[in-house]
Nanobody, 115 residues
Framework: QVQLVESGGGSVQPGGSLRLSCAASGSIFSVNFIGWHRQTPGNQRELVAAISRDGATNYADSVKGRFTISRDNAKSTAYLQMNSLKPEDTAVYYC?????????WGQGTQVTVSS
């Protein structure tokens, strides 16, 4: 009943910026939290940013001060603003929505940071 569609990925040079979007549709009533994860081949999926129902945010140490998570409830869309990007930020990024104890995932979007 819930679908998440991601956009905004791409290739940038170190120090550049990208803004990822995650648009939700379907039976959205009570969202517990939204998270952004990233994963590279052979590695565990890592939570990089999350925003709770009350608006509290959390970030992985590796992205603090560079990434900002936000949400627009009227548009049913979550965002991840990524600034000062580094090569180690290269990964597939996934948005996650939790509702009533169930997790829903976006399709993933590739972010590549290289010179």
């Amino acid at each position: 009943q819930v679908q998440l569609v991601e956009s905004g990925g791409g290739s940038v040079q170190p120090g550049g910026s990208l803004r990822l979007s995650c648009a939700a549709s379907g039976s959205i009533f009570s969202v517990n939290f939204i998270g952004w994860h990233r994963q590279t081949p052979g590695n565990q999926r890592e939570l990089v940013a999350a925003i709770s129902r009350d608006g509290a945010t959390n970030y992985a140490d590796s992205v603090k001060g560079r990434f900002t998570i936000s949400r627009d409830n009227a548009k049913s869309t979550a965002y991840l603003q990524m600034n000062s990007l580094k090569p180690e930020d290269t990964a597939v990024y996934y948005c996650q929505l939790n509702q009533w104890g169930l997790n829903y995932w976006g399709q993933g979007t590739q972010v590549t940071v290289s010179s």
